[in-house]
């Protein structure tokens, strides 16, 4: 099992392009250790090319986990998660959808398309942290030290 001797930081990488969740989830990750690295594109598509990128340069690393909102401009997270899962590569990913709607419908169809997880985007920064702690000890395999 990887450790975390090796001062690796974990790596999100969030699809948002709400600025305001952004903030927040910045906030609470930080609260949580420093040995977590997020890093944030405000579309589908954006994604979808970072990590294309990444995936054929191999010395910049692909992410350990990803944030998806589905209500984005040029590609929604359907798209993209459709996208990444039919990657692959990329479909070794884990990604957790990060959304405002509760639709059991469209909650099917995320998991249908593969997502690891579906959270609906808590209103309070408490509720913020318990889920964000939650979803970092279940898909860490790194054994992040959590300090909140």
């Known amino acids: 099992m990887e450790t975390h001797r090796d001062k690796s930081p974990f790596r999100i990488l969030i699809a948002d392009d709400d600025h305001d969740d952004i903030v927040i989830v910045r906030e609470v990750l930080s609260a949580l250790g420093d040995l977590i690295q997020l890093d944030h594109v405000v579309d589908g598509q954006s994604l979808i090319d970072l990590l294309l990128m990444r995936k054929n340069q191999r010395e910049i690393p692909i992410p350990d986990l990803i944030f998806l909102d ?3 401009p040029r590609k929604s997270g359907l798209e993209t998660l459709r996208e990444l899962k039919g990657d692959k590569e990329l479909c070794e990913i884990p990604v957790t959808v990060l959304s405002t709607a509760s639709d059991r419908r469209q909650i099917g169809e995320v998991y249908a ?3 690891n ?3 609906t985007k808590p209103a ?3 509720d913020w942290l318990i889920i964000m702690r939650g979803l970092l000890q279940f898909f860490s395999r790194k054994n992040i030290p959590l300090t909140a």
Do not use: P
Request: charged share 0%.
């Open 117 to 119: 997880c579906y959270i």
């Open 124 to 126: 309070h920064y408490n």
């Open 70 to 72: 589905l209500n984005m």
């Open 113 to 115: 398309l593969g997502a």
